[in-house]
């Protein structure tokens, strides 16, 4: 075992060497779920869902060498936010929460949420929710929401819904999170429609982007997910200053024992090739975005 290795195994997680080169301190993970069996799932979900507790992310924690999180609440659990709101509780100040929510939330369940460390909502367009079919409505009318609040909206969306809303996003009155880079294709690349879309809403200031969710369209796969570099590498050159990193552990979109989160790690340092970017990446851009303290 090399230096870089530990001799615990993470649920969820292959592998047990730590990212190289080590991730800088205050580095947060700004995309992962926690799903605890004491909260049962939402009737309109089908799947089983994980355990993926507060203790096993704390070994995560351990082998990455991230000390700040972003808990966002799965669909699995509809527009219930109590397993998020209890694993911010466990991970304590240095934790913030993604919730979810119907459109006719009212606003002393969003005071209620923000009080807990809750700092915006996820708008989902892509999986099923408990709600239906999620609408451009829906996105403005909750934005418009939690703008009193200062919280951001976060969007998981398909990349031809990422240009067809792109008048919708721009007009957002609160700044927009882009989840799993927009689903964009590595095959295309910066030359996707969504690329140019992503690209101009970046520029405008007021979005952001997170690098996170790379195997969901790599065809070359783990762990160095070799046909992304150029999408990955072209994010990092177009905007430095507005992404954000994610391990979206417990991947529960891929099959089990495939995922090494500290080769997605790596893959982000060969993306960004300067340790100053990667530095503000996980470290000072999220401290931006989620309200922690500068590290």
């Not at 993604?98 to 909502?121: H, I, K, P, S, T």
């Not at 009155?173 to 969504?194: F, K, N, Q, S």
């Not at 529960?252 to 500290?262: F, K, W």
Request: aromatic share 6%; net charge negative.
């Amino acid at each position: 075992m090399n230096a870089t290795s530990i001799a615990q195994p993470v649920p969820h997680s292959v592998g047990l060497d730590r990212p190289a080169p080590a991730l800088p301190a205050g580095a947060c993970d700004s995309h992962m779920h926690i799903f605890d069996p004491r909260f049962p799932a939402s009737p309109h979900w089908k799947r089983q869902p994980p355990r993926a507790e507060v203790a096993a992310y704390r070994l995560l924690q351990q082998r990455l060498g991230t000390s700040r999180t972003v808990v966002v609440n799965p669909s699995t659990y509809g527009t219930d936010n109590a397993c998020t709101l209890d694993a911010l509780a466990q991970l304590g100040e240095q934790a913030r929460g993604v919730a979810v929510v119907a459109e006719d939330v009212a606003d002393d369940e969003l005071d209620r949420l923000a009080a807990q460390r809750v700092c915006g909502l996820r708008v989902n367009f892509v999986t099923p929710q408990s709600w239906g079919t999620t609408t451009p409505r829906m996105l403005t009318t909750l934005a418009r929401k939690v703008a009193r609040l200062g919280w951001h909206i976060q969007i998981f969306v398909h990349p031809e819904q990422l240009v067809e809303l792109e008048p919708v996003l721009a007009a957002l009155p609160v700044p927009l999170v882009i989840d799993h880079m927009a689903r964009i294709d590595p095959a295309e690349g910066a030359d996707a429609a969504a690329f140019a879309v992503a690209r101009r809403l970046l520029d405008g200031g007021n979005t952001w982007m997170k690098l996170s969710g790379v195997y969901m369209r790599s065809r070359d796969g783990a762990p160095v997910y070799r046909d992304a570099f150029a999408l990955g590498r072209a994010l990092v050159e177009a905007a430095p200053e507005r992404l954000v990193w994610g391990s979206d552990w417990p991947h529960t979109t891929e099959t089990p024992g495939t995922v090494d989160d500290a080769a997605l790690a790596d893959v982000l340092a060969a993306w960004c090739g300067d340790e100053a970017v990667r530095r503000r990446i996980l470290v000072d851009n999220p401290a931006k975005l989620y309200g922690f303290a500068a590290a």
